[in-house]
């Protein structure tokens, strides 16, 4: 049983910051995402991505960000329990609450934040009837351990920033490196494009445009795919097939939780600290909706700081926290650091 002060469902950027002030509080965090990483969309979908409304950083890429937040955590010593989705919740006598992942592992809290941006991931699929038939038997949707393509033979399909830079990365590790898209045109990153033609031009990688892959050959695993070109139709020798189309994102199990849903969207009573119709149970984030609600990261932030202050305050109802800022206070880790400003030096005159 994992026990902490505030469970943090979702580790996207909100649910991340979402640690820091709460460490301020000397309040301990742990996450739970069904991702195999932290950083949700940021790291997922679009970690090369611009990001031009974050306060400070008149451009900072997705990842970056990520990275940024990972480092400004660091000190509070987060636990994460990552690749496994939130199931079922149970209310105790005392208030406190235990949720537990589709894998079993439990967590037990005081205090539940959803941060879980626009609801956990589910990869988009394409219409392939046997699909089904051969996932995690050659086909998969997310790359969580390149060395899984170690010499085989790999064809990914997609025209977004995750189907170039997969296929740029695994040059280096598999076979073979066959990139189909339905277009000519691809959707990402400039410089992600110019290497995959550069690498192209070199022999390192097989780009098929426009098709797509329309059918799974095989046994007990995958051997070939079918592909469609124009009116041409041939099958490749694959080992691995790679459909990295996106992901869809669907509250999941949460919507049974007995929350208040409302147009996929998690209702708060109020804008004073984002809990739900369920005591100690908060939504912050993309997650949410309230009148007025904003879905932008930056509103995250400021959602998870209010969030953390009534986390305290239900946590320890016989305390007063008086705030302090942290250019005064500093900022003080769990592991022992200190970050504050220099002292102004007092000197006297003769």
């Not at 998870?304 to 880790?333: H, N, W």
Request: proline letters at 6%; one cysteine or more.
């Amino acid at each position: 049983m994992i026990k902490t002060d505030i469970l943090i469902i979702g580790a996207g950027p909100t649910g991340l910051f979402a640690v820091f002030e709460a460490g301020l509080l000397k309040l301990k965090c742990h996450l739970i995402d069904a991702l195999p990483q932290p950083g949700g969309q940021c790291s997922e979908i679009y970690p090369k991505k611009p990001i031009y409304d974050i306060p400070g950083f008149p451009e900072v890429l997705a990842g970056e960000l990520v990275t940024n937040l990972m480092k400004q955590i660091e000190p509070f010593q987060p636990g994460f329990t990552l690749g496994e989705r939130a199931d079922t919740i149970e209310k105790l006598d005392d208030g406190s609450f235990i949720v537990t992942t589709e894998k079993g592992t439990k967590h037990h809290a005081p205090i539940v934040a959803i941060a879980g941006g626009l609801g956990s991931f589910e990869p988009r699929k394409p219409p392939i009837t046997n699909i089904s038939n051969f996932e995690d038997k050659g086909v998969e949707y997310i790359i969580r351990d390149p060395e899984l393509y170690r010499n085989k033979n790999v064809i990914i399909s997609g025209g977004g920033d995750s189907a170039l830079d997969w296929s740029i990365f695994l040059t280096d590790v598999a076979k073979s490196v066959t990139l189909v898209h339905r277009r000519n045109e691809f959707r990402g990153a400039l410089d992600s494009v110019e290497k995959v033609q550069e690498l192209k031009n070199l022999g390192k990688i097989e780009l098929i445009t426009p098709a797509e892959v329309i059918g799974l050959v095989g046994n007990s695993n995958l051997e070939e795919v079918v592909i469609k070109q124009g009116a041409e139709v041939f099958n490749r020798e694959c080992d691995h097939f790679i459909p990295l189309f996106g992901l869809a994102p669907k509250l999941g199990p949460i919507a049974d939780w007995g929350l208040e849903i409302e147009k996929n969207a998690i209702k708060v009573d109020n804008t004073l600290d984002y809990q739900t119709n369920i005591p100690g149970i908060y939504a912050i984030g993309d997650v949410n909706t309230y009148p007025g609600k904003l879905k932008l990261i930056l509103c995250g932030f400021h959602e998870a700081t209010l969030m953390c202050q009534s986390a305290y305050q239900r946590i320890f109802p016989d305390k007063r926290y008086v705030m302090k800022y942290t250019t005064v206070g500093g900022v003080e880790g769990f592991d022992g650091s200190k970050k504050e400003a220099p002292k102004a030096v007092i000197k006297s005159i003769d």
